[in-house]
């Protein structure tokens, strides 16, 4: 089983920055991407990037640019740094991992807002 636990979420003004991160805890032997995910009120939830264990990433068309996603194997972390931060970025954001079986955190807050 895996835990994921996301952080870093929080309220930031239009143009910030913030840096969200999912730590994992137990193991998957089988895990073959890693991926970020957000919901806005009244939308689905949607993809926002994705990390394969090969390293290749991809994003939603509405965040390349300003979205990194990245890995730390050493503390088993996935990060996403997001830059120039609009309000249509506001959701709650969910770390997510396939292997196995999937496993979802339990959602981060971002609330882009003057």
């Known amino acids: 089983q895996v835990q994921l636990v996301e952080s870093g979420g929080g309220l930031v003004q239009p143009g910030g920055s913030l840096r969200l991160s999912c730590a994992a805890s137990g193991s998957d032997f089988r895990i073959y991407a890693w991926g970020w995910y957000r919901q806005a009120p009244g939308k689905q939830r949607e993809l926002v990037a994705v990390?394969?264990?090969?390293?290749?990433?991809d994003y939603a068309d509405s965040v390349k640019g300003r979205f990194t996603i990245s890995r730390d194997n050493a503390q088993n972390t996935v990060y996403l740094q997001m830059n120039s931060l609009k309000p249509e970025d506001t959701a709650v954001y969910y770390c997510?991992?396939?292997?196995?079986?999937?496993?979802w955190g339990q959602g981060t807050q971002v609330t882009v807002s003057s």
């Open positions: 997510n991992t396939r292997g196995l079986l999937e496993y």
């Open positions: 990390i394969t264990r090969g390293d290749s990433t």
